[in-house]
């Protein structure tokens, strides 16, 4: 099991360097909008006995993959953030994820899509701040990276979605802004992961089980 705590600035000075860079990998897209797909393994922070509270592990959530869940300082917050934000930019009343610059998840296996939704106070991108980048990496490699202007206070596109074609795969997906007080909020998180080697060996001997049982 992996559990990192993050550096901010470290972080953000190599995203910052990766938005001058050209880097595109056709099998591996990228895209921010008004809906999301949801994918077969979900976490919106409002399961039955889920934790809540601030300075949180970043390993809660390992039982369903997500290996680490941290925030850049380190300090992870789980709640019901509607009073700090002035109700804007967050789903309504429910409890989302939480922390200064940025949000960093990696995941135990091996993904062909995932699905989340950002808000953010750092503002459009421009010559002196704000906006953000997501960036997918597998097996700490870069494989795409996306810069956006994060959703707040009502406007702009939530929903960011990373999809792969070609037999292209990615373990961990790094969100950093570049605002004078970038607190990054995600919610609704969901993800498509690949089996282990070991699964697959399992659901094969119980297909060959199963057909001998219907011989």
């Given at each position: 099991m992996r559990t990192t705590k993050r550096?901010?600035?470290i972080e953000a000075s190599a995203a910052a360097v990766i938005l001058t860079a050209s880097f595109a990998n056709a099998?591996?897209?990228?895209?921010?909008?008004?809906?999301?797909?949801?994918?077969?393994t979900t976490l919106n922070f409002d399961e039955a006995?889920?934790?809540?509270?601030?300075?949180?592990?970043?390993n809660l959530f390992a039982g369903i993959?997500?290996?680490?869940?941290?925030?850049?300082?380190?300090?992870?917050?789980i709640g019901n953030f509607d009073a700090e934000t002035?109700?804007?930019?967050?789903?309504?009343?429910?409890?989302?994820?939480?922390?200064?610059?940025?949000?960093?998840m990696t995941f135990d296996s091996d993904l062909t899509a995932f699905s989340?939704?950002?808000?953010?106070?750092?503002g459009p991108p421009s010559p002196m701040g704000g906006g953000g980048i997501v960036v997918a990496f597998d097996n700490g490699a870069e494989v795409a990276n996306f810069s956006f202007g994060p959703a707040w206070g009502g406007f702009g596109d939530s929903w960011?979605?990373?999809?792969?074609?070609?037999?292209?795969?990615?373990?961990?997906?790094?969100?950093?802004?570049?605002?004078?007080?970038?607190?990054?909020?995600?919610?609704?998180?969901?993800?498509n992961a690949v089996p282990s080697p070991s699964g697959?060996?399992?659901?094969?001997?119980?297909?060959?089980?199963?057909?001998?049982?219907?011989?």
């Open positions: 550096n901010w600035t099998d591996v897209t990228i895209t921010q909008g008004a809906s999301g797909t949801t994918y077969g006995g889920g934790p809540v509270g601030n300075g949180l592990a970043d993959g997500l290996s680490s869940l941290a925030s850049g300082d380190g300090n992870q917050r002035g109700g804007w930019g967050m789903a309504g009343d429910t409890n989302s994820f939480t922390g200064f610059f940025g949000v960093f989340g939704q950002v808000w953010d106070p750092s960011i979605d990373i999809s792969t074609s070609g037999g292209m795969v990615f373990d961990e997906v790094r969100i950093v802004t570049f605002g004078f007080n970038p607190t990054t909020y995600v919610d609704n998180l969901s993800w697959v060996a399992l659901l094969g001997l119980g297909g060959i089980f199963g057909a001998r049982r219907r011989r």
